[in-house]
């Protein structure tokens, strides 16, 4: 796509890779743009079934680009003027992202990367990275990125990392919630097939719906959750995708999704 995002489609699966390691995976418009773009076309790609986010380097994403980034900043490609607006449609098109996606945590995590890796459905890190909230010792906060975090850091864990910034092990990271997963580095590859491969037996439009009533349920009152909830179910029975699922075990065979 651009040299600070790379999209490649293997198989089912598209992976979005950050690729600017001189500069850590900072985010700035330039990786934020092209980012937002790949998660829209997979999106719009049916053969897609999972998106991969990873990067390239020792490091995963080390949040904004710091230069010109703060009062009277000039440099062009910072963060400050258009990077809070498009990291909000970046974590947006994760979080509604009608197929699953995987953080593949290579290396280490700072700032707006922690919202990414947040933001997505399953995460895997290795042993070896590192995770820092770093925005208060640079005299800022966790603004945007503190809403994809909080939906899945428990809250003693989130006031420690976020008000010390203090830089803790991917162990601690999976413990506050940001994590499903922490392996060592040669097996992060392993453990992101496994998951594809078992996300790939469900029903994609089954995937999508469980997608959003875990996003939505939660926030909905207990009446409102039944009711929806249960028209939800009486249309995914009514589908084609249930008929081909429930004919396929029933008959012992696999199911070919329609």
Known sequence: MTEAVRYEVAGAVATLTLD????RNALNPDTLGPLHEGLQRAAADDAVRVVVLTGSGNTFCSGAD???AGPGGAEPDGFAAEGPALLVAVL????????????RV???VAGGG???????DLAVAAATARFAFSEVRIGVAPAVVSVACLRVMAPRDAAELMLTGERVGAERARVAGL?????????LDATVAAWVEQLCLGGPAAIAATKELLSRVPGLGRAEAFAWTASLSAS???????AEGIAAYLGHRPPTWP
């Not at 995914?236 to 249930?242: Q, R």
């Open 106 to 108: 290579q290396g280490h």
């Open 179 to 187: 994590l499903t997963a922490v392996v060592e580095p040669e097996a």
């Open 20 to 23: 600017r390691p001189e500069r």
């Open 92 to 103: 947006e098109a994760l979080l509604d992202h009608p197929k699953p996606t995987i953080a």
């Open 114 to 120: 922690n919202g990414l890796v947040a933001a997505c």
């Open 66 to 68: 710091l230069r010109g």
């Open 236 to 242: 995914l029975f009514a589908g084609a995708e249930a």
